[in-house]
């Protein structure tokens, strides 16, 4: 059975920085692009990040490019998102994502940015 | 960017009933859209992939249709566990996009 879970998560002041993982089991990771998909507070879902399986193509939604880098460690089963100079509209549930139609999600890690 | 409007932004109706939500892209999208359902506090399940197909263990009252710029989920039979939001994604091309949603609730 595929699971996907997140950690990392927490409260952090704005301009700080964190570090997201998402730990893969029951299927190859290594054979599986992956994305970061967030969700602030009671809004909807927004894309932030794509990661090929071998991690040579990555994508960034405009409002993390230059700020958040996403990477993997497929030895480890894991996925990353480094997250900087964060910013209170940073704020929401971060979750990992396996594939462009997302066919399976972690139960995601709340991210909050305040003073 | 591809903007995905979904309408109506929220339905009211009864368990049995049929529910009809629709998703248009502002350019084609081919087939590339999936449709997603979220309850409060859990993460989005995927329901439909490639405009039509049913993912893995959703039960067959859940259909997709559609392909280039409209795209509509329907629910053929209201179950009490289907009340919950739901959100169309297009992965035609970067970035990807999610539409803003439709709330299903009860009437």
């Known amino acids: 059975e595929v699971h996907l879970v997140e950690s990392g998560g927490g409260l952090v002041q704005p301009g700080g920085s964190l570090r997201l993982s998402c730990a893969a089991s029951?299927?190859?990771?290594?054979?599986?692009?992956m994305n970061w998909v967030r969700q602030a507070p009671g809004k909807g879902l927004e894309w932030v990040s794509f990661?090929?399986?071998?991690?040579?193509?990555?994508y960034y939604a405009d409002s993390v490019k230059g700020r958040f880098t996403i990477s993997r460690d497929n030895a480890k089963n894991s996925l990353y998102l480094q997250m900087n100079s964060l910013r209170a509209e940073d704020t929401a549930v971060y979750y990992c994502?396996?594939?462009?139609?997302?066919?399976?999600w972690g139960q995601g890690t709340l991210v909050t940015v305040s003073s | 960017e591809i903007v995905l409007t979904q309408s109506p932004a929220t339905l009211s109706l009864s368990p049995g009933e049929r529910a009809t939500l629709s998703c248009r892209a502002s350019?084609?999208?081919?087939?590339?859209l999936a449709w997603y359902q979220q309850k409060p506090g859990q993460a989005p399940r995927l329901l439909i992939y490639?405009?039509?197909n049913r993912a893995t263990g959703i039960p067959a009252r859940f259909s997709g249709s559609g392909s280039g710029t409209d795209f509509t989920l329907t629910i053929s039979s209201l179950e009490p566990e289907d009340f919950a939001d739901y959100y169309c994604?297009?992965?035609?091309?970067?970035?990807?996009?999610f539409g803003g949603g439709t709330k299903v609730e009860i009437k």
């Open positions: 350019q084609s999208v081919s087939t590339f």
């Open positions: 029951g299927f190859t990771f290594s054979n599986y692009n």
């Open positions: 994604h297009h992965h035609s091309n970067w970035p990807l996009t």
């Open positions: 994502a396996r594939l462009v139609n997302f066919d399976y």
């Open positions: 990661i090929s399986n071998n991690g040579a193509t990555i």
């Open positions: 490639d405009a039509s």
